[in-house]
């Protein structure tokens, strides 16, 4: 497998089954309907360890711009494959969210909540104000990539390393998840995003394009001063 089909179909992996657990506990009828929180940063945790354990091999599972851009910027990856690793995740992204879409085809109608549809393809902040939208954004991306970056150095704990990271990503979305949805992944949200706004999704409503600079910009920021902390307090 070469590692642009890794990260396609890893990324498309963690949409599946990321997408598919808000899907389940905001949509009408599901037998997951209003499970919670827990279980949506769970679902998520679980989607990130499964894709890592997948595709880790063939390309190291980025599965995310964020950490595609941080790794690079401090020289542990290479800027020319940067672009394609970023295609390859948008598209997975793109495809994990039209099957997420098919699979709880009947329960769009089912669901008056126009809201609560666009959550499942992409984030929103809980209470508007794109400042602290944005620093929300920015901490957990930097955290993740810091702590991404931790994790690997820990080389007694490798084969459980996928493991740990969807724990970490689980710590994330109880601690700091509340105010965004945590994307802390352009890829997560854009690639959807973009999916929703085209897929002819029952009583959809617009995918409110105005808030989508910050779960790409956030991130991306993020990234890149997780992977540089990292490196002036660790390497």
């Known amino acids: 497998m070469s590692s642009f089909l890794g990260e396609l179909i ?140 931790g994790i690997g150095a820990n080389k007694f704990s490798e084969g459980l390393n996928p493991l740990i990271v969807g724990f970490f990503i689980v710590a994330i979305g109880l601690s700091l998840g509340g105010t965004t949805g945590y994307a802390i992944n352009p890829a997560r949200d854009l690639g959807p995003r973009i999916a929703h706004f085209f897929l002819p999704i029952a009583g959809k409503r617009d995918s409110d394009w105005s808030y989508a600079w910050i779960p790409v910009v956030g991130p991306v920021l993020g990234g890149v001063i997780g992977a540089f902390l990292y490196k002036g307090l660790v390497m």
């Open 10 to 149: 890893g990324t498309m992996m963690l949409i599946l089954f990321g997408g598919g657990v808000v899907g389940g506990v905001v949509l009408n009828k599901s037998k997951a309907q209003d499970s919670g929180w827990i279980v949506i940063t769970m679902g998520w945790g679980f989607a990130v360890a499964f894709a890592v354990y997948m595709v880790g091999k063939y390309s190291g599972a980025h599965i995310n711009p964020a950490v595609t851009i941080g790794l690079a910027s401090i020289g542990l990856f290479p800027w020319a494959q940067v672009p394609m690793y970023i295609v390859a995740q948008m598209i997975g992204a793109f495809i994990g969210a039209t099957l997420v879409w098919l699979h709880y085809h009947p329960h769009w109608a089912e669901t008056e909540d126009k809201d609560a549809k666009l959550a499942v393809f992409s984030t929103g902040p809980a209470i508007k104000s794109p400042l602290a939208n944005l620093f929300s954004e920015v901490l957990g991306t930097a955290i993740l990539v810091f702590g991404l970056l």
